[in-house]
DNA sequence: CGCAAAAAATGAAAAATATTCATAGAAAGT
DNA sequence: ACTTTCTATGAATATTTTTCATTTTTTGCG
């Protein structure tokens, strides 16, 4: 009763604003459109779209028309290609959620051997999601996610994979560069620089800045690591980073690390699976090789 | 390509054994699922199942449908049948998840004003889900979350619609009827009655004997509110529950609220909902009307 | 073993469905 | 007012699905 053919069109309707130009994109005649649409119309007993003069405007049922076909759809579509894939006879692609930023530096360094360990498995890396992480997993948009907040949920399998410290990180001129470790009321008239996240997000504001009640003088988004770093080298500002990446930096830029707070922020990447998935092979193996420990493998 | 009837041949074939018993189910013949079947092999270009005699075996290719099937299959179900609700008038349902045991209770004093209010809104209370409430809520297996957890991630949006305290329930004979309050220390020795739940999840456990590193003599488990009252009336345990719950009871049964510690435990029950939803009409009047404090409802 | 039963595959025919074509009607823009 | 831009619709056509009739393969059983 309700096809594909049906949420195609809904939801090409309401990106192209108008049967004619969904027909265009779906090949097929506005003719076509129009008569399947009425059809599922008169199926269920009720309208999709207010026709309005010469426009559509989607009824109470059409508006959940739509939002299934942006839900469904995708899915299907994902399905098409793995089963293309299968075909090729790959294994399939495992698709790869990231909630943070530096994760990104720390997974490079997994897929790398992955990929050759897996020559018929696809990796690929996504990094926006409508509904978060733990959203994307529930809805198959992905089969892993990696984040620094793991949340035990049923249905959901967290594993934490890698430790690290948070450090803070100035150019070598800095007044605090020789220091053992900083605290909260020498940044207060820093610039911050960070990855573009909302600030209440980072750790270095909400584990040891907003506790001292200490706001940086300014804040500034920067997208990449190296320019962040290369800011940061010629004392514009100092940023936090996984103590790890800066050493990796360290030999070629003018920047420190330095411990925040006497203890120093630790932190963990975890990896998140749905349950039903924990014995797909090529993903078991994923969290196993990200679980060995990152110097045996960055040699 | 891959349609509907695709995904139902597999799980009907899944679920009778054969195409012919599955054929009966779908009221096609057993030529016309083969025949569908085998064009769809043709497209994607690999085997669905393995032919292994008359009998067939899903192949990689063929699970990995299977499972997509058992997802989406179930909400275009639920879709159609939305969609002539619409069609009969209807606004919908409402579909609740509930994640407490408590919460039940509760729910009942919302739910009783709120058909009263909306007599064409249907609704439905669920508490079993496969990835939990969350996940339901992501899946549109719900459209409404009952939880002491909320859980602020994009896409949802979590309310405290009622606040409560937590507290003991001891028989009116017990030592401690009497007393202000209690301490971990003075429960050693019992019996702890709670719902069936892990005992890590129990906020009596967790919050106020854990911390303290006591752990009860026994645990029982009990499905039903009136029950496990009984049980504590009779002195053969001690149960944790919604002070207003014990309240309720009070005047029938022999039990008496005591505050856990001197701070005692407060708790909030929330409501979430998909953000997408957030100006449905009958959803918002339901948050809304729960939010109202429960005394001017239970008048 | 040989035969009946059960299941899937297949080709051709029939039925059902989807699509197009041609056109009408309605609204919006100029 | 005229042109353009939409959607709707009926009839014709094309395509797809389904059935029917049969074949092939396998399994169970006397």
Known sequence: MLEKIHLSIVREVERRG???????????????LSHSMKKLEQKVGTDIWLREGRSLRLTQAGK?????????????????????QYAA????????????HPCYQWLLKVVSPYLDDWPDVDVDVKQKFQFGGIGALFAYEIDLLVTPDPLYKPGLRFEAVF???????????????????????????????????????LDIYNQFLMPAGISPR??????????????????????ALPRWLVEEYADKMEVVPLRLG????AKQIFL????SDADIDYLKAFVELARRPAIARSA
Do not use: F, W
């Not at 959940?64 to 293309?84: F, K, S």
């Not at 998140?272 to 349950?275: D, Q, S």
């Open 262 to 265: 006497k203890k120093g922020i």
């Open 18 to 32: 108008s049967l004619t130009a969904a027909a265009d994109v779906l090949c097929l005649t506005q003719s076509a």
């Open 218 to 239: 300014r804040h500034r988004v920067i997208e990449t690591t190296e320019i962040m770093l290369q800011m940061v080298a010629s004392g514009r500002g100092i940023t």
């Open 64 to 84: 959940y028309l739509l939002a299934l076909a942006e839900r469904l759809l995708p899915q299907l579509e994902r399905a098409e290609e793995r089963l293309e």
């Open 89 to 100: 006879g790959e294994r399939g692609t495992l698709c790869i959620g990231m909630e943070c």
């Open 163 to 201: 430790d690290y410290e948070q450090v803070l990180v100035v150019g070598r001129q800095h007044v605090l560069a020789g220091a053992p470790h900083v605290d909260p009321e020498q940044l207060g008239g820093e610039v911050l620089i960070t990855y573009p996240v909302e600030i209440e997000r």
């Open 272 to 275: 998140g699976i749905r349950e």
